[in-house]
């Protein structure tokens, strides 16, 4: 499959290709949600999805996985050297890294701006230094960087149909929803990681503090006050949602079933942690495999439905009709 993918999206250069395979890799082990929502592209936007997946996952690793054997400055050289790698890609000098070389590639292809990334590594660099945030607008401050910028890495891959710059601000609150989401669900974890991504306000709004998260995460002991501010923290991120939600509209329609599973699957994890009781600081809340599947096989139904109308619009100049040409080699 990875073959043919790669064949649709006119990847012919052999160590190109087995760029874009690494990533397809990472993506199925690490990334399942947004994997089964990918598969659900057409197969020639889809080595530019993982190319993307890819380079957060290499990102988010030098962050998360080298935590034990290295400490915070050998982690932003770390990040400095993969940022580096990619300028030097982009300017035409090949990327020592896989994911470099295929998402330079990828950033040629669709035009996607640089700066998104240079905001999403900066976002990462602060995660070896920032550990809490005191209010909402400060936690939405650092997700420019770590989430909305994903969005807008994605947009020009997916195609539109409105204004790209309309579609944007929905692509940008789309990514926020589902980093908000994965807060919540990976709350204890984060927190055995040091970090805390619940507002410092909210939580004290419930009297909640570092200390009583840690304890209840110690003991496995459930806490009304800790189980009132986690509800509290799933209405925002289903507020987020609420605003996103519009964008999926603006989308290609050939895409729209990629991102609406996205949108349904990750709400479902929402879900998953209310019917656990908001016990996310004891126990990873998942989405059941017959939930997945069901979400899944609705999605390829939208699938066929948007292709065979796509056979039968008139005028339609290819897959990317509202987005660069693939062949464009000009990023913005």
Known sequence: MTGRELDAAGIED???RAAYAYCRRLNARHGRTYFLATRLLTPDRRPAVHALYG?????????DSLAGDAGPARRARALDRLGADLGRA????????????ALADTVRRYAIAPRHFADFLAAMRSDLTVTSYATYDELRGYMHGSAAVIGLQMLPVLGTVAPREEAA???????????????????GEDLDRGRVYLPADLLRAHGVDRGLLRRCRDTGRADPRVTAALRDFEALTRAAYRRA?????MLDPVSRPCIRTAFVLYGNILDAVAATGYAALHRRAVVSRRRRARVAADGLLRVAAARGAAR?????????ASAPSPRHQEAA
């Open 169 to 187: 601000r929905h692509a940008a609150e789309l990514g926020v929803a589902f980093q908000l989401t994965n807060f919540l669900r990976d709350v």
């Open 90 to 101: 982009l300017a035409g000098e090949g990327g020592a890294e896989p994911v470099v070389r």
């Open 14 to 16: 052999p160590r190109l």
């Open 55 to 63: 380079f957060a996952r290499r990102a988010d690793d030098i962050v």
């Open 245 to 249: 939600e519009p964008g999926i509209a």
């Open 312 to 320: 039968l619009r008139p005028g339609r100049s290819g897959p990317l």
